[in-house]
């Protein structure tokens, strides 16, 4: 949709704030990693976190942008997608070209409705089963406050729609899973799932951040 012929009543701009935190399960032991982001509609925003080596297959690099997309209210009230493209690239040839990694979709309208979010993203277009965390923080600068916001994605891996993974909570031994359920199953291999996953009544707890803390802890015992 194009947003000159959009009423003004229905657009809302925000200031975002994005953190990219780090890039884990890399099957790589060296090498110089960068993420360019761009935002494909809502605005004319890119740019490029500065270049990591990756130790203990894990690239971090704790880097803040921001930008001030502006989104439209669909007729049914709820926010159109406005993407922000996370492009994982590997610099090669002593710095002289770049090999894609992976890239990830981020609809930022999900994220309107809180103040600050964190979220872990498959890879997607990648040879790798790579997670990419990232946390948002969005405040309302101009429009009103009546619109709605999407669903979560599913290739979000801190949402609800990971809970669907497991066909049984409280197990004591350890299960297989494949995450196909959210990516594309050629794409994916199965990976060893901890019961900590069924533990804790809140639905709001993040799943995915008690799996990999008990994962480096155990790694480190």
Known sequence: ?????????????????????????????????????????????????????????????DCTFRLEPTMIIGKDGVLLPCELILYIRQSVNAGKSTEDIGMVSINLAEYAASRSTSRRYLLQESRVNSIIKVTIEMKLVKGDPVYKVPEVSKRDLSSESIR??????????????????????????????????????????????????????????
């Open 1 to 61: 949709m194009t947003s000159f012929f959009v009423p003004k009543s229905r657009k809302v701009k925000f200031e975002a704030t994005c953190h990219v935190h780090d890039l884990t399960n890399l099957p790589y032991v060296s090498g110089l990693y960068f993420v360019k982001w761009k935002l494909k509609n809502g605005g004319s925003y890119e740019g490029l976190t500065h270049k990591v080596v990756v130790k203990e297959h894990v690239a971090s690099w």
């Open 164 to 221: 669907g993974i497991f066909s049984e909570e409280g197990r004591e031994d350890h299960s297989m899973y494949s995450l196909s359920s959210l990516e594309d199953p050629k794409s994916v291999r199965q990976s060893q799932v901890h019961p900590l996953l069924s533990q804790g009544d809140d639905p709001n707890v993040d799943l995915v951040n008690r799996l990999f803390a008990t994962t480096t802890s155990q790694g480190h015992s």
